[in-house]
């Protein structure tokens, strides 16, 4: 049974770092294909950071050199880091999964991933 839960958002100012989290185990066969979305007040859904079985990451065109997605297979653990970050980034952030059968990518992520969590808010003041 996966039972992620989103953890290290917060409040920072534009330059800033952190680092999110998401605890992931029991992973179903399918789900191969991971990331991070977020979402706005008044804004759809957009992925942001994918990460497939064989670590392979994808970014969003808007995080491209700021953020980076990684697993710790030992800890069954999600992350992103994130640095200069931008007011731009403020947003609710939830970690997804869905199927990598059609291939993994950020934009996959975000129109079919699934989320588990209730997310983490991040705040990013000018």
């Known amino acids: 049974q996966v039972q992620p839960v989103e953890s290290g958002g917060g409040s920072v100012q534009a330059g800033g770092s952190l680092r999110l989290s998401c605890p992931i185990s029991?992973?179903?066969?399918?789900?191969?294909?991971m990331g991070w979305i977020r979402q706005a007040p008044g804004k759809g859904r957009e992925g942001v950071a994918s990460?497939?079985?064989?670590?392979?990451?994808d970014y969003g065109y808007f995080v491209r050199g700021r953020f980076i997605i990684y697993r710790d297979n030992n800890k069954n653990t999600l992350y992103l880091q994130m640095d200069s970050l931008k007011p731009g980034g403020s947003a609710m952030y939830y970690c997804?999964?869905?199927?990598?059968?059609?291939?993994?990518?950020?934009?996959?992520?975000?129109?079919?991933?699934?989320?588990w969590g209730q997310g983490t808010q991040i705040t990013v003041s000018s």
């Open positions: 997804a999964t869905t199927a990598g059968t059609l291939g993994c990518s950020t934009g996959r992520v975000g129109i079919y991933g699934r989320t």
């Open positions: 029991g992973f179903t066969g399918s789900d191969d294909c």
């Open positions: 990460i497939d079985r064989n670590s392979k990451t």
